[in-house]
């Protein structure tokens, strides 16, 4: 019965068109995309304003947690924390780059603080 309503609505079944990633393929993959590059460092600079100084003490924060990340991703996959690509960084490092840097961001939200939690929720 499924077969009849997918080929009478016209769309295919996408399961059976992709090809599952074998052992070796994720491994070619995997081998490809590490070691990821490192971000450079950022420091903090004299002679701000409190409130620039405060953005630019979350961006250095931020850029510490992310370049902590990546080293222990490149460490669980090389097995060395300085590990460097060998190459020009590829766009896929970038995205990659870029999608843990979102990820960092967002685990120092709490979300909207407007009411306090309830003791269940607090535990």
Aim: charged share 20%.
């Amino acid at each position: 019965m499924s077969e009849w309503i997918a080929h009478s609505e016209g769309q295919t079944d996408w399961a059976e068109l992709v090809q599952p990633m074998t052992q070796d393929s994720l491994s070619d993959f995997a081998c490809n995309l590490f070691p990821l590059p490192l971000p450079g460092a950022l420091e903090m600079v004299r002679g701000l304003s409190r409130r620039c100084a405060q953005r630019l003490s979350k961006k250095v924060k931020i850029r510490h947690e992310l370049r902590e990340l990546i080293a222990a991703l490149n460490w669980m996959h090389c097995g060395d924390f300085d590990a460097r690509p060998s190459g020009v960084a590829s766009p896929l490092h970038g995205e990659v780059v870029s999608r843990l840097h979102s990820l960092v961001e967002m685990a120092g939200d709490l979300g909207n603080q407007d009411h306090l939690p309830s003791q269940e929720a607090a535990f």
